[in-house]
């Protein structure tokens, strides 16, 4: 990596940028990698009244903005337009970042989203349609992928895809076609995660190879040269992490959320200029959203 590129960024969420499940613990599909375990452990609400007092109560704590989320239901789809009084609302009073997890999405949901002042969406992408048919449990094609992406992009919202390493039971399987895809529109971010050993599902014990990791991520990086490549919240467990953080930052990623410790050392022992941003990195990082070393 030439020196004049030796930056990076750092991604903190926590209290500073919370998710919360609009749909509790709820979801209709429940995939073989998760099963709705990674709903339990979010801020739930279930209501736009619910919605409206938790975020302000979670701003008042320092929130600088909030991922909206939730379980799909049986057709891939997260419920967020149920709740655009309520992001509008948020927005009026706050004036947080708020973005979501829609799953599908049609033309007219984007623009609802668009009109409510929602800032951006995140978008799985996969490019085996017969891992969403084994692991997530749903038929869909390809068509319908970009049909979600273009809804997004053309509604004026920022759309932030997700590639994710390993999803087919740790297997390399489409996620070099998802790359190809995500390159019909123009995304603000494009974000490479791993599957992530859930414990109580069926792919607990599944983790991706390294190598893999590295072959995604150098892709990412070779394809979109004018566009932030990030390795995402969602990427291993314990020694494996900051191997896979290091894989990332010697591939040329400019941003790594939630880093471990020993990653953080490694970029200040190595000269790079490190910022801390206390965001969901989809997000592209701008100074009212700095933070302080974590």
Known sequence: MPAQEK????FITSNYFPSISITGNECSLMCRHCRGKLLESLVHAATCDELVRKA???HKKGAKGIL??????ERGRVPICDIVPAIRTIKDKTGMLLI????FISPEEACALRGSGLDGIGFDVIGDMGTAKEVYGISVSEREYME??????DSGLMVFPHVCVGLHFGELRGELRALTMIREVKPATVIITGLMPVAGTPMAHI???QADFEKVITRAVEMFPDTPVVLG???SSGKDREEIEMIAIKCGVSGI??????IARFARENGFEVNYYGMCCGLVPGEGMRIEGA
């Open 68 to 73: 909206l989320t939730g379980g799909c239901d």
């Open 7 to 10: 930056k990076i960024n750092f």
């Open 100 to 103: 979501a997890h829609t799953g």
């Open 207 to 209: 983790k991706p190879r």
């Open 56 to 58: 302000l109560s979670l």
């Open 233 to 235: 919240c969602a990427h």
């Open 257 to 262: 959320a939630a880093p471990t410790v020993g």
């Open 148 to 153: 979600s992406l273009r809804a997004i992009e």
